[in-house]
């Protein structure tokens, strides 16, 4: 009747689905090791091996982002590594194989929960996305039950609680209202 599993909405999405109100934030996230210098911001990506999940939102923007890069008169990446399960991105940008990880904001802070001080975020990436529950378009009732129980656990501090435990850090300023712009 439902997903909730890590789905961001978009333009295209909307046109086939209805979504909740937001309850993630699901910005783009450069991730390096903890000791790692010199990557700071979008454009030391330049040169860089990036890694990303195969078949992803984050996989088609890193292949785009390249191209802003060298629009902008800058190299593009040393390479592109996809995987199947980001797991494994992971490990190799543990012993070097890849200088970056691209990751969605829940899904690298529970990396970083899970191996403390071994990676970090080194900068935010991309325009604001968020994660929703998704809902048949005829399940307007669903949605708006849901929408309802979801902003009592806003308010009441229940959904923070939730994200403190799973993500280690809560989304203080999620939007009750989000637009997909992609």
């Known amino acids: 009747d439902m997903l909730i599993s890590g789905i961001s909405p978009t333009k295209e ?33 330049s040169g ?34 996809t995987y199947e399960q980001l797991v494994e991105a992971f490990l190799d940008l543990s012993i070097g194989r ?32 968020v994660f929703a529950a998704v809902f048949r378009k005829e399940d307007e009732g669903l949605r708006a039950a849901f929408n309802e129980i979801l902003t009592r656990m806003r308010k009441d501090g229940r959904l923070e609680d939730m994200q403190r435990k799973w993500f280690g850090f809560t989304f203080e300023d999620l939007p009750y209202e989000f637009t997909p712009t992609e």
Do not use: C, W
């Not at 990751?103 to 990436?125: F, N, Q, S, V």
């Open 48 to 81: 860089k091996t990036i890694a990303t999940e195969l078949g992803t939102a984050s996989e088609r923007f890193t292949r785009t982002f390249e191209e802003t890069l060298k629009a902008r008169g800058l190299p593009g990446y040393k390479g592109i590594k």
């Open 98 to 129: 890849v200088d970056v990880v691209m990751d969605t904001r829940p899904h690298a802070m529970t990396m970083m929960k899970k191996k403390t001080g071994e990676y970090k975020i080194a900068a935010a990436l991309g325009e604001r996305r």
């Open 13 to 45: 999405r909307a046109q086939r689905v209805n979504f909740s109100i937001p309850y993630a934030d699901a910005g783009r996230v450069i991730v390096v090791k903890a000791t790692t210098t010199g990557i700071a911001k979008p454009d030391d990506l």
